[in-house]
């Protein structure tokens, strides 16, 4: 007889805080998550943060928020992912930080 000792995962969508007036720190599996305010580039037409971990040796500038993408899938970090998602416009690009929503999307068992 064999026995199945795979896992059974499922997928959970985590609400990411954040703020345009203010750094915000969570705690995500045990490390603190440093997300700066979020701010306008109107060159680049979007916004952006920073984002830092274990302190300010770890530290990516200038992230920005596209709609429906992983924002960190070219960097390491732990967090796993990072969508942004126009809540006015679904599908839409964030124009408007009001209508804005953060989400990391992680395997839990």
């Not at 795979?6 to 007036?21: E, G, R, Y």
């Not at 709609?67 to 960190?72: A, E, K, M, R, T």
């Not at 124009?95 to 989400?103: C, I, Q, S, V």
């Amino acid at each position: 007889m064999k026995s199945d000792n795979s896992k059974s995962f499922q997928k959970v969508i985590k609400t990411v805080p954040w703020s345009t007036t203010s750094d915000v720190v969570f705690d995500y599996n045990g490390t603190d998550i440093k997300l700066s305010k979020i701010y306008a580039n109107t060159y680049a037409n979007c916004y952006l943060f920073d984002l830092s971990w274990n302190g300010e040796n770890n530290k990516i500038y200038g992230i920005p928020l596209r709609s429906g993408v992983n924002v960190l899938n070219q960097h390491s970090t732990p967090l796993p992912n990072m969508y942004a998602f126009n809540l006015k416009d679904i599908g839409g690009e964030v124009n408007n930080y009001k209508h804005m929503a953060l989400y990391v999307i992680s395997e839990e068992t």
